[in-house]
């Protein structure tokens, strides 16, 4: 049983540019949550969807946008990226029953450097 | 004030002793709260959850509770060379049981001296 994917692992762009980061949900969830955490900080929440729709949003600008499909996958896109953009972007799945989630899985992250 | 703060460390602990973690939170109404352990490079792995006062045991963990202080700790015992890593409090961010956000700590980062 395949757990949380993420892709790409690694990915180097340029200040300005865009990026969209993939996510599939383990099997069985409907919810991905998706995280920033920078070098030495914890992780930071940017948004989660449920029935592909934005539920919930963490603290961060417009720049940072999702979608998440009908097979549950998401995306995160990340529009005119900043220096401060390089960081570790980590996609968590679980399922929804009412309000709560259960069974939070991490995936392997993907490490986003802007150069 | 930081929603849910620990010391960054290093906690540096000789083999087979006992690893003491300790987080403090700022928000009364959390109902939640995980401790997650993180290799350098690698993604959280969940090791423990708690939800009532009290200590909950998992092998060699033990996590602590204590709402009227708002403080959540994680003992390792008997900690080894593959403990050292990072070990990240977080705590539940929504209301009455919901879990939709987790709020993370910046992490202690724990070293067992071989």
């Known amino acids: 049983d395949a757990g949380v994917t993420q892709s790409p692992t690694h990915l180097i762009k340029t200040r300005g540019q865009q990026v969209t980061l993939r996510c599939s949900p383990k099997?069985?969830?409907?919810?991905v949550s998706w995280y920033q955490q920078a070098l030495g900080q914890g992780p930071q929440f940017i948004f989660q969807?449920?029935?592909?729709?934005?539920?919930q949003r963490g603290n961060f600008p417009d720049r940072f946008s999702g979608h998440q499909f009908p097979n549950y996958s998401s995306e995160l896109n990340v529009n005119a990226l900043l220096l401060g953009d390089s960081a570790l972007y980590l996609c968590?799945?679980?399922?929804?029953?009412?309000?709560?989630?259960?069974?939070?899985?991490f995936g392997s992250g993907t490490r986003l450097t802007v150069v | 004030q930081k929603e849910v703060e620990q010391n960054s460390g290093p906690l540096s602990v000789p083999e087979g002793a006992i690893a003491s973690l300790n987080c403090t939170y700022s928000?009364?109404?959390?109902?939640?709260f995980f401790w997650y352990r993180q290799y350098s490079g690698k993604s959280p792995e969940l090791i423990m959850s708690i939800y009532s006062n009290g200590d909950k045991e998992d092998g060699r963990f033990t996590a602590q509770l204590n709402k009227a202080s708002q403080y959540v700790s994680l003992l390792i015992r008997d900690s080894q060379p593959s403990d050292s890593a990072t070990y990240l409090c977080?705590?539940?961010?929504?209301?009455?049981?919901?879990?939709?956000?987790?709020?993370f700590g910046t992490g202690t980062l724990l070293a067992v001296q071989p």
């Open positions: 099997s069985g969830h409907d919810t």
């Open positions: 928000d009364r109404v959390s109902q939640s």
């Open positions: 977080a705590v539940n961010g929504g209301y009455g049981g919901a879990t939709n956000k987790l709020i």
């Open positions: 968590a799945s679980s399922f929804s029953k009412g309000v709560a989630n259960y069974g939070y899985t």
């Open positions: 969807y449920y029935e592909e729709e934005e539920r």
